[in-house]
């Protein structure tokens, strides 16, 4: 059964930060700025006994942001309608306000279990200030502080009370359900990320807008399609530094680079109808530089559509495309419509294909035999003298607990600093010929001989064996035995 906690209010009285303290991280962006949250936000609070979902909702009331006031009020009325509990969050510094009297007799319209939550009585002299909210007739209110964490547990406890018991399945209790897929929407605003989200889930699960900056928060999301579960996690668009305005949207890209490094896959969503920019080259090196799976997404299809007449055009759009983003070739890329719902079902299935090949892993024989011919073929270049080779190769298996895990090769070589960057693509190549590790970023870990390897490989050793069992001990002088000699027997009848 569904446990849901709504946190409502006017804005700008703490319901983010109570959110966040009570889904025991950070979650929503926390600033003094009025109408910072948009969008619904969900998460589940593990403080009590049973876990329950709350709902953080953008502020009511206030005409803060005239750009989006229609859309926060239909958000938090989605967020009304779903919850079994309305947490009303007000401000006990501010006292009672006319808004917060109008949104009680809203509430009370709902006919849903309600708990007034006086926020911001931070030590026990601000204590009389919450007296003054008895006025709205609520029977359960309690005095906490988000900031400072006072009265959350007690808040719960009132909380779990309030909210109807659980019920268990037998069935699925008993079962071991696959793990989320946690997928980062990631690119610059106004690309359609929040578009193609919704799209997804076949739901105006967050704002849409054709002002940039419309999405703040790092939105998890869960979805389910086909039995596989997964976390969509819409992001805030990435701005260049430069163009950031304010501190919210400081805290806006800070939170949608954190989640690239969360996330299991990243799906970088890339406007077809502009091309690939500067910004996009930099979200992708983001990327990489996290080492992170990635599909490469280019949406509004539909327009690109449009201008190309034949199918041949659209190829040659998409392979300059391609193009650009010419260091993670390694991210199958598609095109895309948000609006028209196209090749949806593609990207999930590329995504399930991303999966499946990180699981797989080259057998250390067959692994070196394959560098073996790959370094035959093309030796690598002399550097300050000397030429890098590579003694044993494996492939851990490291996969940690991660859904997908990122290939990984160690290579024991004579000198790590002698492979450069066109070699270690070359390497990249010939490696996923035998493995193809669609959308996967394939990491090399060199190591290089100790002394002891090198005193012991008196003949030079052969590629493929160990370094740490492969060269053979030097001959010499055995060390004399402390055992008599014995005198040769003399032979009967000699």
Not at 30 to 49: E, Q
Not at 185 to 207: C, E, H
Not at 220 to 240: C, F, K, S, W
Not at 304 to 329: A, N, Q, W
């Amino acid at each position: 059964m569904s446990r849901t906690v709504a946190i409502v209010g006017r804005p700008n009285v703490g319901k983010s930060a109570l959110f966040n303290r009570l889904a025991g991280r950070k979650i929503s962006i926390v600033h003094d700025m009025p109408g910072v949250t948009r969008d619904r936000i969900t998460a589940n609070c593990k403080l009590g006994n049973e876990p329950f979902e709350i709902i953080d909702t953008g502020g009511i009331g206030a005409n803060v942001d005239a750009s989006f006031t229609e859309q926060v009020r239909a958000e938090v009325d989605i967020a009304l309608g779903a919850a079994d509990v309305l947490l009303f969050v007000v401000d006990g510094q501010d006292g009672l306000t006319p808004l917060d009297a109008d949104l009680a007799r809203l509430m009370r319209r709902t006919a849903k279990p309600l708990l007034l939550a006086i926020n911001k009585i931070d030590v026990d002299q601000h204590g009389p200030r919450a007296a003054e909210f008895s006025r709205l007739g609520f029977n359960d209110s309690i005095a906490i502080s988000a900031e400072h964490n006072r009265g959350i547990l007690p808040l719960v406890a009132w909380l779990e009370r309030m909210l109807p018991a659980p019920e268990y399945d037998a069935l699925a209790a008993g079962s071991d359900p696959k793990s989320p897929i946690k997928i980062a929407v990631v690119g610059r605003p106004n690309v359609g990320k929040s578009s193609l989200t919704n799209a997804i889930l076949n739901d105006d699960r967050t704002l849409v807008s054709p002002i940039s900056g419309t999405t703040r928060d790092a939105i998890d999301i869960p979805y389910e399609r086909h039995g596989q579960h997964y976390v969509l996690i819409d992001t805030a668009g990435i701005r260049a530094r430069s163009k950031v305005d304010n501190s919210v949207e400081v805290f806006s890209v800070m939170r949608s680079e954190t989640s690239i490094r969360r996330a299991d896959i990243c799906c970088l969503v890339i406007d077809a109808a502009q091309g690939v920019t500067s910004q996009d080259k930099k979200i992708a090196g983001l990327i990489q530089e996290a080492n992170k799976p990635c599909v490469v997404a280019f949406n509004k299809w539909d327009l690109i559509k449009e201008r190309t007449e034949t199918k041949e055009e659209l190829t040659e759009v998409l392979e300059e495309m391609r193009s650009e983003l010419f260091f993670i070739t390694y991210a199958p890329s598609m095109l895309v419509s948000a609006k028209t719902g196209a090749e949806l079902t593609r990207l999930f299935k590329t995504i399930e294909r991303i999966r499946s090949e990180s699981q797989f892993r080259i057998g250390t024989g067959v692994l070196n035999r394959l560098l073996a011919e790959t370094v035959a073929l093309h030796p690598p270049a002399m550097k300050g003298g000397k030429r890098l080779k590579i003694l044993f190769g494996t492939q851990p298996d490291r996969l940690g607990g991660k859904i997908i895990p990122v290939p990984e090769f160690v290579l024991f070589v004579n000198d790590e600093k002698l492979l450069d960057q066109s070699y270690e693509r070359y390497l990249d190549s010939k490696l996923r010929e035998k493995a193809p590790y669609t959308g996967l970023p394939i990491l090399f870990h060199l190591r290089a001989r100790t002394a002891r390897d090198k005193s012991n490989d008196t003949r030079g050793q052969k590629f493929g064996r160990h370094p740490e069992t492969g060269g053979r001990p030097p001959t010499g002088p055995r060390k004399p035995s402390n055992k008599k000699a014995e005198k040769p027997r003399r032979r009967l009848g000699g």
